[in-house]
């Protein structure tokens, strides 16, 4: 390079470098991950969520090296909505989190949500699943990534009707979760001509017995039980309703099922059944080489919230690096701004009301015949196109969206 | 015919259920309300210790070939072991103080326990299948009964009576409960007291582990299921008397017979019932239903 230049360019370097240190607070990002380390959902979120997000660090610090660092701090919300929100708030206000992500459990991400927007900070919820968070409870600092409960309902209840399920009974857990799974499953299978019979909500958390609930669905008469519940309540309910004979007589449809789930579960009990993910370790070489880098650290296959995390950490890492700033507002337009086209989807984007569309997939349990080895799981049956699996901005309930 | 909306033989089903529930209610509350009532202990590891009985079962069967009847025998016995040393090298040293002292370092055995087992298995749960013989089961009309249910109600009472009968009617029991009352004149007597204190917490151990291995089949076998138990037959023990054999059993019944009525009519309280119904007895029967008053 010419003398000449060397000079000025330098000064110009130097400054622009300070320039940077001075946007990012303190020239540190933290990002805090909140998840349930301990209880019923710590096997679909929990360590691997951890893990997940330490990648998605890894990689961009490696790839991107940027001027800041990044930090990551966690903590076990235990499924418990007060606890998750004074945990959040203690590091907006104490340690300058600027980003808190995974948030299983969707009582715990809606409140959540409303922290970071008073504190002006972001929530990356991929733990979650309530429509809610993109509907009456938005808010322009959240994005919810992996999945909800109108494209699992969407995925899994329209196929099964259109297979031939129209009447359904649910088994629905009793919290902000289970009734939004269960609303948005009837809005669909109503809309696909099928027909709701009852439903039978149990309590959450801490319910291992599902037989006088089964009872219930057996008495209704319904072609399919549905199972709106997660995590070990759904695993146990499959296994209760084989023992009493109502599996293969009504078909059972998981609602949410992870692929932590059908391997607890084994393929002998699961097979057959229908499911939909937003993410599958197995899909195509991009899913299978980050997943094996997972696997090495974790020892188990990624989830869709996992991956989720990975995905939706290093999104906002771009973006802060983008805009060279850790201001919420700033980093926000960046990421809706930007498309997403990582291992986790190809074609993403952030809508107004916060929520990222992706394709959806379903899939079909394999038969232990079909398997070649522990987590061959699943079979796809059909791809689900970002527009169409995500509830339509004009029927959205969120105020953010302009009609 | 409908009672308040619900036809009869749905709820007869449920009742039946009730009854299913109850029974696995009562003999894991027996464990409890025995170390309790002989030893004067509140054993707060007692799901870890119905929780360890089961993965043993899973592990025997996955790593060693051991059938379920094999587990039945031999978890308990493991697991009996286990809580002969922990009477021997910790429980024994607190038998002077406070009972919260025991109550503390069973929680934290309890604690210790649940987390090993949820670094190496993770929470979502092994399965264990139903054993051969009591695969199916029965159509009785208004329910399908599944075998291994019937099961469970069969070894359930008769392990409580069995157990009853032995502390209320024999010899053996007699001297247990003159140990708990005057421990001094009884040694006197010439009868090794520590060692009959060991082998109760041993006994109470082993009961919550044989209930472990009766809901493996039930349930997918996780490091979770004693903490979710635990809360619920402590309220069966404080309502049935902490220290009547004959309470925790009965009441264990009854609450398992209620959690089933609660099911049926409004689902979403079945697990606060059991809690509504202790605040109330405690207030009416502070010593419980069977209870004597100390």
């Keep these: ?403 | 015919m409908t009672i308040f909306g619900v036809p009869l033989p749905a709820l007869f089903g449920q009742l039946l259920l009730g009854l299913v529930n109850g029974s696995f209610y009562a003999v894991l509350s027996l464990g409890l309300a025995i170390i309790f009532g002989l030893l004067n202990v509140i054993n707060f590891a007692h799901g870890a210790q119905f929780m360890i009985g089961a993965f043993i079962a899973w592990i025997g069967l996955t790593e060693f070939g051991m059938n379920y009847w094999a587990a039945l025998i031999v978890s308990p016995l493991l697991v009996g072991v286990l809580g002969v040393l922990i009477e021997r090298l910790m429980l024994r040293r607190l038998y002077q103080m406070d009972h919260l002292y025991g109550l503390l370092l069973t929680f934290g055995l309890a604690l210790i326990a649940e987390g090993v087992f949820r670094n190496y298995y993770g929470v979502s749960g092994e399965s264990y299948e139903v054993p051969e013989q009591l695969q199916g089961g029965v159509n009785l009309g208004f329910m399908f009964m599944p075998l291994y249910r019937a099961w469970v109600v069969v070894a359930a009472l008769t392990v409580c009576v069995a157990a009853w009968f032995a502390i209320e009617r024999t010899r053996l029991g007699a001297t247990l409960r003159a140990a708990t009352q005057r421990q001094d004149l009884v040694q006197a007597l010439g009868i090794n007291v520590p060692v009959l204190m060991t082998l109760t917490y041993a006994t109470g151990a082993a009961l919550a582990a044989f209930a472990g291995v009766l809901s493996a089949p039930m349930v997918q076998v996780n490091p979770l299921m004693g903490s979710h138990l635990i809360i619920v037959v402590f309220a069966v023990v404080v309502i049935g008397g902490m220290g009547s054999i004959l309470g925790s059993i009965v009441t264990g019944v009854g609450l398992g017979l209620v959690e089933a009525l609660t099911k049926v009519y409004y689902g979403q309280a079945s697990s606060v019932v059991i809690f509504l119904i202790m605040a109330i007895v405690l207030l009416v029967r502070p010593a419980g239903l069977f209870g004597r008053t100390a």
């Design chain 1, 1 to 403: 390079m010419r003398v000449k230049l060397l000079i000025p360019a330098a000064i110009l370097a130097l400054t622009l470098g300070s320039a940077a240190h001075a946007q990012v607070a303190d020239g540190v990002v933290k990002v805090g991950v909140l998840t349930d380390l301990s209880g019923t959902y710590s096997d679909l979120s929990g360590q691997g969520a951890l893990v997940a997000t330490q990648m998605a660090i890894d990689d961009f610090v490696a790839q991107e090296k940027p001027s800041f660092k990044v930090e990551m701090v966690y903590a076990d919300h235990q499924n418990k909505a007060d606890i998750a929100a004074n945990k959040a708030r203690e590091w907006f206000e104490r340690d300058n989190v600027d980003v808190v992500t995974d948030l299983v459990t969707s009582s715990t991400a809606l409140a959540v949500m409303k922290i970071a927007k008073e504190k002006n900070r972001i929530a990356l919820v991929s733990g979650a699943g309530s429509t809610r968070i993109t509907n009456e409870d938005c808010n322009d600092a959240t994005v919810h990534w992996a999945y909800d409960t109108y494209s699992l309902a969407y995925g899994t209840a329209k196929q099964v009707v259109l297979h031939g399920g129209k009447t359904w009974y649910f088994l629905t857990a009793d919290y902000a979760f289970g009734l939004s799974l269960e609303k948005d499953s009837t809005d669909i299978i109503l809309a696909s001509g099928g027909s709701v019979l009852g439903a039978a909500r149990h309590p959450f958390p801490g319910n291992a017995d599902f037989s006088s609930f089964l009872l219930k669905a057996q008495a209704s008469g319904a072609q399919v039980i549905g199972l709106a519940n997660a995590g070990t309540d759904t695993t146990n309910s499959i296994k209760q309703a084989a023992e009493f004979g109502i599996t293969p007589k009504q078909t059972l449809a998981g609602l949410l099922v992870f692929i932590t789930d059908v391997h607890s579960l084994g393929l002998k009990a699961a097979q057959g059944l229908y499911l939909t993910e937003g993410f599958y370790w197995d899909l195509n070489d991009g899913t299978r080489a980050w997943s094996k880098r997972f696997f090495e650290k974790h020892k188990k296959m990624p989830t869709m919230a996992q991956a989720g995390d990975y995905s939706s950490i290093m999104h906002y890492l771009k973006a802060v690096k983008a805009v060279n700033s850790d201001d919420a507002q700033k980093v926000m337009a960046q990421m809706k701004k930007t498309r997403i086209d990582d291992f986790f989807t190809h074609n993403g984007r952030i809508r107004d009301d916060g929520r990222m569309v992706h394709d959806m997939y379903l899939f079909q349990v394999k038969k232990p015949s079909e398997s070649t080895g522990a987590w061959d799981y699943y079979k796809l049956i059909a791809t689900i196109p970002a527009e169409e699996g995500f509830q339509s901005l004009s029927a959205s309930r969120c105020p953010l969206v302009k009609k």
